[in-house]
């Protein structure tokens, strides 16, 4: 499966954005979707994530009631809506897919990486 990113950019402290990521190739609906970070000097960290049937979501505390992760099969797209940004949160942004079969909590279990959108934001 092919994925592209869209929607990064700068934006002032307290300000919103919302990443997109487009996904083609394969069965859309079939894999566990997530959104991963990485910042400068920093390690990849998983964001958040949706399994494939829409269930339970995961977020990492630092994002939880800023961050929405959302996923439209019919658009074959997924969406991380950014509020209440901090500088904290300048990053690239991925989105990422994983088979159903895997764990969608484990940033191993991903086989699929877009190219990345930088979030900048500024103090």
């Known amino acids: 499966v092919q994925l592209v990113e869209s929607g990064g950019g700068l934006v002032q402290a307290g300000g919103s954005l919302r990443l997109s990521c487009a996904a083609s190739g394969r069965t859309f609906s079939r894999y566990h979707m997530g959104w991963f970070r990485r910042a400068p000097g920093k390690e990849r960290e998983l964001v958040a994530a949706?399994?494939?049937?829409?269930?339970?979501?995961y977020y990492i505390d630092s994002v939880k009631g800023r961050f929405t992760i959302s996923r439209d099969n019919a658009k074959n797209t997924v969406y991380l809506q950014m509020n209440s940004l901090k500088p904290e949160d300048t990053a690239v942004y991925y989105c990422a897919a994983a088979g159903i079969f895997s764990n969608y909590h484990e940033v191993e279990d991903y086989d699929y990486w877009g190219q990345g959108a930088q979030v900048t934001v500024s103090s």
């Open positions: 949706m399994p494939w049937s829409g269930g339970s979501t």
